[in-house]
């Protein structure tokens, strides 16, 4: 699935170096997607970032957006408070930390506005920060228990020091594009289908080919069979070599 294709992404980043000094293990996770970490990362055996994966038939808006990354802040402070710690397994560290955006469809104009430059955009376009943290709140259970009120200094501070970063749709398929081993993988009917269409076409200029110089290779060889035969003529026919069969061994059938 999406989530499983935008995991080995990272691996492969991590793996030929590309990330170097940033992050060296991608975990995958299971259970934790409903909190809006699908992919954790880390370093050094620290978290130092999430992804959340988004499969959506259209482009993401900066509502659905930003209520992505209000869950995701809204469940660190429930354990937070829960275990009474400051940090918590998924975000250890505000200032350390890179929260990662991957979609499948691409992003509006004004969600890519919201995201280049998050810290100064949100406010402008949430006008009611404690009516989206409500409708969160009553999404899931599990977060019944926080108060906006109690919560709201925090959260503020959290989503202005939250680092973003968005992964466009086509950055992947650019990179599989060039792993064509993972297109193979992850869509193996589409890339069956259009391997036997390559396949396909390039016979099909095999065949052009062919025929566009078929007829001035055969010239050639008429020529060498000419030749051939005027050398015969010439030292006589003892060997008993025929036109026909120079022709019918060099001749390239159209």
């Known amino acids: 699935d999406f989530e499983h294709l935008v995991a080995t992404y990272f691996k492969d980043r991590v793996d030929k170096g590309i990330l170097k000094g940033i992050i060296d293990d991608v975990d995958l996770q299971n259970g934790v997607g409903e909190e809006g970490a699908d992919i954790v990362l880390r370093s050094t055996n620290i978290v130092v970032g999430i992804v959340q994966c988004k499969k959506y038939k259209s ?13 995701f802040l809204l469940f660190h402070v429930k354990h937070r408070v829960e275990y009474r710690t ?3 397994f998924l975000l250890p560290d505000i200032h350390n930390f890179t929260y990662y955006l ?3 469809t691409g992003y509006t104009k004004n969600t890519k506005k919201l995201l280049v430059d998050f810290k100064s955009y949100w406010k402008e376009d949430v006008k009611d920060l404690e009516s989206s943290v409500s409708k969160e709140i009553a999404a899931y259970s599990s977060l019944k228990n926080l108060k906006y009120e109690e919560i709201k200094s925090e ?10 970063k968005k992964i466009e749709n086509y950055e992947l398929e650019d990179w599989l594009t060039k792993n064509a081993h993972y297109k193979e993988k992850y869509f193996p009917d589409t890339f069956n289908k259009r391997t036997a269409d390559q396949v396909e076409e390039i016979h099909k200029h095999v065949i052009e080919i062919k025929e566009e110089n078929a007829d001035q290779i055969n010239k050639s060889i008429d020529e060498i069979s000419s030749s051939i035969n005027h050398v015969k003529t010439y030292f006589g026919n003892e060997d008993g070599i025929s036109k026909a069969s120079v022709d019918k061994g060099l001749k390239i059938p159209v």
């Not at 482009?59 to 869950?71: A, N, W």
């Not at 989503?159 to 973003?164: E, S």
Request: glycine share 4%.
């Open 155 to 164: 959260l503020i501070d959290l989503l202005d020091n939250l680092n973003i």
């Open 102 to 104: 991957a979609t499948s």
């Open 59 to 71: 482009r993401l808006t900066p509502k659905s957006v930003f209520g992505e990354i209000l869950k």
């Open 86 to 88: 400051v940090r918590t």
